[in-house]
């Protein structure tokens, strides 16, 4: 079902001044940087071998992810785990006892379809489950 | 530097009792249980793609994992980057002004070479630098 780790989500303060120590002191290549307006954060993805390292910063006071950092600090938030389907995934995985988190965003970074996991179901791991999405031409809206 | 995720660490209570959601319910390959002695810790690999996913249980009161699971309670305890030469990459992280954890084992789960990064100095991550040891027939000093 799984085929790898996607990507590790970093909660940081402020995406410019923590960008250079991934940049610059370990060499990670900055994919870009991008607002995902519906859960209030600015994401900045790096490349690590075949998965991503993505520093979030909260947008917006009250939200989430602020609460977050507010409560435990700058830190791992969650891990994401790459499948082929993610619908045929997260049925599986509520099978298996684990709890979607209900009205999160379905796009994620990179314009991945994506799904959370409750940490409170997966041993206090905030776990997102995603699927790269196929190449599939020029959409109308102008966006691939 | 990086050659990719090597695995994500998670605290959990018990291994016994979180193995079957990770191998039956997300259906990842247990590939082996090992206790570290010298960080008072039991540790179950399981694999994702080409990364790991290490549950990690303390098995000695009042060390650095047992006060991390009574203090935070169960969730990701650390991430560990894969590197051609460990030495080397520390070397270039202090350099960067990241500062190594003194005094920790120098050899992880599954053989591995590590060295660690204090979250202090990487916004809040415990991060593990680790170097897949290649065979390489028995060393003078008798080690592999």
Do not use: Y
């Amino acid at each position: 079902m799984f085929k790898g780790i996607d990507h590790i989500g970093i909660v940081v303060r402020d995406i410019t001044s923590a960008l250079p120590l991934f940049q610059e002191g370990m060499g990670l290549k900055l994919l870009g940087i991008e607002v995902i307006a519906e859960d209030n954060v600015k994401v900045a993805s790096l490349a690590i071998g075949e998965s991503r390292i993505e520093l979030i910063e909260p947008i917006k006071e009250g939200t989430p992810v602020f609460r977050f950092l507010e409560k435990r600090g700058e830190g791992v938030h969650h891990i994401a785990l790459r499948v082929e389907d993610a619908k045929e995934a997260i049925g599986r995985l509520k099978e298996a006892g684990l709890k979607p988190v209900e009205g999160r965003s379905q796009t994620g970074a990179m314009g991945m379809e994506v799904a959370f996991i409750h940490p409170r179901s997966c041993h206090g791991v905030l776990m997102e489950v995603c699927e790269e999405l196929k190449p599939r031409g020029k959409r109308e809206d102008g966006h691939l």
